[in-house]
């Protein structure tokens, strides 16, 4: 099976900051991958995914943007971090050959 | 379009209680369903999938789940609910190519002694 690899696990940053957050696949090749955001009290929301290197296809209007330079990894960055980027955020793999998601630990991300 | 609602927020129920966990799905064409359980701080876990056939499922850690067409419910259950079951739980469906996965709000459960 997959093993998604995440990091940071938490991130305190201040309004305004930048933001890059990695996520890598390992166990599969051209997955689809996934960005998710799970505010407080809130469930998942989808915000980006990706169907190949390069392919981004946005959720919702938002001030993130994500990349996908290599066929097994994907970025979730922020020129300008606002305190409603706060969250949890997953990074998921899955559909092609795969019938499930397979998601990482996370990235606890706090902005102050 | 697609979506999931969980109508529960909050579910406490007693050690060794039944459980079930609500899911209603809007899709148009025959939806692939899954649960996914999430400790605090944690990723998410695959519980069980439906795709088709027998509309009973089995899952991992004694949950079980059930497909009803008519109802356009994923309902979530198990016969006697433990203290190490107490998470958070994720219904979601995806179309058949499974290129997006959605879900729902979450139940959060909580297993008193």
């Known amino acids: 099976s997959q093993t998604i690899h995440q990091w940071p696990a938490t991130l305190v940053q201040p309004v305004g900051s930048p933001l890059s957050l990695e996520c890598t696949v390992e166990?599969?090749?051209?997955?689809?991958l996934y960005w998710y955001r799970q505010a407080a009290g809130r469930g998942l929301q989808l915000l980006f995914y990706?169907?190949?290197?390069?392919?981004i296809s946005s959720e919702v209007p938002q001030n993130l943007s994500a990349s996908r330079p290599q066929d097994r990894q994907f970025i979730l960055s922020s020129k300008k971090l606002l305190l409603s980027d706060s969250g949890f955020y997953l990074c998921a793999s899955g559909g092609s050959s795969d019938t499930e998601a397979f998601f990482g630990q996370g990235t606890r991300l706090t902005v102050v | 379009a697609q979506s999931v609602t969980q109508p529960d927020i909050h579910i406490t129920v007693s050690e060794g209680a039944s459980l079930e966990l609500r899911c209603n799905y809007s899709?148009?064409?025959?939806?692939?369903l899954f649960w996914y359980v999430q400790s605090p701080g944690q990723g998410l876990q695959l519980l069980l999938k439906?795709?088709?056939?027998?509309?009973l499922v089995q899952g991992i850690k004694g949950f079980e789940a059930e497909f009803k067409r008519s109802q356009s419910s994923f309902n979530l259950r198990k016969p006697s609910v433990h203290w190490s079951d107490a998470a958070e739980y994720f219904c979601?469906?995806?179309?058949?190519?499974?290129?997006?996965?959605?879900f729902g709000s979450g139940t959060k459960l909580n297993v008193k002694p």
């Open positions: 979601a469906v995806a179309p058949d190519n499974f290129n997006k996965f959605y």
């Open positions: 439906y795709f088709s056939g027998d509309t």
């Open positions: 990706s169907v190949g290197i390069g392919q």
């Open positions: 166990g599969t090749s051209n997955p689809n």
């Open positions: 899709y148009g064409a025959t939806p692939y």
